[in-house]
């Protein structure tokens, strides 16, 4: 057979890639956390089969393993899963798998500063690709606005939307691109009654069109659980029910569990599940073999909607390696790397544009403080007398432009996406949901993040620079003003960098912590309180690994260095009237601004590398 027709029978080929019904089965399906004595079993051997065009409800009592389940089965959790897991027959290849699904996760990440319309705009511009005209995914919007009943909510910013219309934002963002199975994580959690059923019947919809629509649920009234097709119940980490709502009584009768008329049979098997009727789990988990076999009465009321897929893979299918290659790579994105750059980088700029307020606090306090250091430290750049006080000046502004680029990028606005796309630990929800669900690769988020905020870094520290040099009276020299500023710049983005790799390790209020005290140790070995010939040998190694010593060294050379004529002396005798003999008390008379500036340079770069590494690193732990 062709490998093409092979692949597209098993739902694997780049065109129509994904709108190919799948049949997920998953065997043996076992899952272990912790290490040595602290080891347990949460998922046992469990199977099951969850069929195209049906909704599927995971049920169990809370801590029987849905969601454990359900992250196997979306393919966001890999390490210690056991087991396989196959569609339409053939093992799942998981970068491919990321193409044809989608996981909705419990709670809705979402940006809360974009209109629901912008939202959806963004997610049709990354999901559809560039081979979609404009009018398409304008229609495709539409289209999937008005199935999610949100039309007149296309102008309503997330924040503002309530809990059952951010679920079906949440599921219709994951729609553009058709995936074939659709997981959700307690989707109903939250919502009303009346939300409740709408919701479930969107997902029937859904499910009606041909994908398999998987989600896990609390506690489903009969009227609810009557809008699914298939029930796969959960306990212990085990199956004990598979098969339609309806064979769900008649199922348990054959094990003399009798549901009471009138009783809701959810009710009645979360009360099973949770060992209220004796020990009867092993019983029923032998009974339908752990998920391998599903119930169905044939006198029950539902019927199981027939799965839509005529493309089981029989037996093994070769699949020629290159090609299979050559197809992983295409489905990786739907769009090109720089489409995802423009979508993400416009999408935050909107962000910064709507919450002004921590873009308004950082302008003025770049003013205010300009202003403050320029009062303190007035007229002091070109008097022999104050040139400590001048060094101390150049080497308190670095540590006020270092702390107010490194606190934006770690600290958040609770719930909002702060100006510049602060909130980084926070916004890491958004883009593991996004991301996960092929949007786009983390190295476009990455840049787009890195890009959107550089005009910062450079606006405000020229702003705080242009008050602090005049009211101070340095040189009016443009070089040396260019040179001190650029100090000042790298100083920032160095800064920046901090707060990326702080806020890609530790959590929002750790995050707080540690980037200040990250910053601590680089401040101390500067050169300004202690001098480089005075530090011990042993810890002069911390004086090269401090960025701060190269931006307080270049900011000096800068207005010191390069033949700079005596300075104004109004007493009788200046220690430091000559430049030159002031840079030898801080053991510079001999540095170079150059190598200043490659190493703010390599701190730049290694920072920026080491902030992707790490969010890599985090994103893939979360699997
Ligand atoms: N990383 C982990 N370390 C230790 N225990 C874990 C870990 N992950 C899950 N568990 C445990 O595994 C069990 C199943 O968890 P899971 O979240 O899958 O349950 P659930 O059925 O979804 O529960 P709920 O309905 O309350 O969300 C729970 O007892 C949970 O405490």
Excluded at 249 to 260: D, K
Excluded at 301 to 306: I, R, S
Excluded at 431 to 454: P, T, V
Aim: with cysteine.
């Amino acid at each position: 057979m062709d490998v093409i027709v092979k692949l597209e029978r098993c739902g694997l080929t780049t065109e129509n890639k994904t709108n190919i019904p799948l049949d997920l089965t998953f065997h043996d399906i076992s899952y272990t956390v912790g290490k040595g004595k602290n080891v347990k079993r949460i998922l046992q051997q469990m199977n099951g089969t969850f069929k195209s065009g049906q909704l599927t409800a995971i049920l169990g009592p809370s801590g029987a393993g849905k969601s454990s389940l359900m992250n196997i089965l979306a393919g966001f959790k890999t390490t210690g899963v056991e087991g396989r897991v196959n569609l339409n027959g053939v093992e799942r290849d998981l970068k491919i798998f990321r193409k044809q699904s989608a996981y909705i996760e419990q709670y809705d990440h979402l940006l809360q500063n974009l209109t629901v319309g912008e939202y959806m705009n963004a997610a049709a511009q990354l999901k559809l690709g560039n081979g979609v005209s404009q009018v398409e995914k304008k229609s495709n919007i539409e289209l999937v606005i008005k199935t999610l009943g949100l039309s007149n909510n296309k102008q309503t910013r997330i924040s503002r939307l309530s809990g059952g219309e951010c679920k079906r934002l949440s599921i219709g963002v994951e729609l553009f691109d058709n995936p074939a199975i659709l997981f959700l994580d307690e989707p109903t959690s939250g919502l009303d009654s009346s939300s409740t059923l709408q919701c479930v019947a969107l997902l029937r919809e859904i499910a009606r069109s041909g994908r398999t629509v998987v989600a896990t649920i609390h506690q489903p009234s009969s009227r609810l659980l009557d809008h699914f097709d298939h029930l796969y119940i959960v306990a212990g980490g085990s199956c004990i029910y598979q098969g339609s709502p309806g064979s769900l009584v008649p199922y348990l009768r054959t094990v003399n569990l009798n549901c009471p008329s009138y009783n809701n049979p959810a009710d009645f098997i979360l009360d099973v599940a949770s060992g209220e009727y004796g020990d009867v789990l092993p019983k029923l988990i032998s009974t339908i073999e752990n998920g391998r076999l599903s119930y169905e009465d044939p006198t029950a009321t539902t019927l199981a909607t027939p799965s839509h897929n005529n493309n089981e893979c029989e037996g093994e299918i070769e699949c020629d390696d290159e090609k299979m290659e050559n197809i992983k790579d295409q489905l990786a994105y739907a769009t090109p790397f720089h489409t995802q750059v423009s979508v993400l980088l416009e999408r935050t700029w909107r962000s910064i544009w709507r919450e002004k307020m921590l873009t308004k606090v950082r302008f003025v306090t770049h003013i205010v403080f300009g202003i403050f250091f320029g009062l303190i430290y007035q007229t002091v750049g070109n008097d022999a007398s104050f040139t400590l006080n001048n060094a101390g000046m150049l080497y308190f502004s670095l540590i006020f432009i270092v702390f107010t680029s490194v606190m934006p990028t770690v600290v958040t606005c609770k719930y909002k996406t702060c100006a510049i796309s602060m909130s980084f630990p926070l916004e890491r929800k958004v883009l593991i949901r996004e991301h996960l669900n092929n949007w786009y690769s983390l190295k476009a988020y990455y840049l787009a993040k890195l890009l959107a905020d550089i005009p910062f870094q450079i606006i405000f520290p020229t702003l705080y620079l242009v008050i602090v040099y005049f009211m101070t009276n340095q040189p009016l020299s443009l070089l040396r003003f260019s040179m001190l500023l650029c100090m000042m710049i790298f100083t920032s983005l160095v800064g920046q960098g901090i707060g990326l790799v702080v806020g890609a390790i530790f959590d929002i209020q750790s995050a707080a912590f540690m980037g200040p005290t990250f910053a601590i140790p680089f401040l101390l070995f500067a050169g300004f309180f202690i001098s480089f010939n005075s530090i011990p040998s042993y810890m002069k190694w911390m004086s090269y690994v401090s960025f701060f010593r190269y931006g307080f060294e270049g900011s000096m050379l800068a207005i010191y260095d390069y033949d700079r004529a005596p300075l104004d002396c109004f007493e009788s005798y200046c220690h430091f009237r000559f430049p030159q003999k002031f840079l030898e008390k801080f053991d510079m008379a001999h540095s170079s601004y150059f190598l200043c500036v490659i190493g703010m340079l390599v701190y730049f770069v290694v920072m920026r590398v080491a902030g992707y590494f790490l969010l890599r690193f985090k994103v893939k732990s979360v699997r």
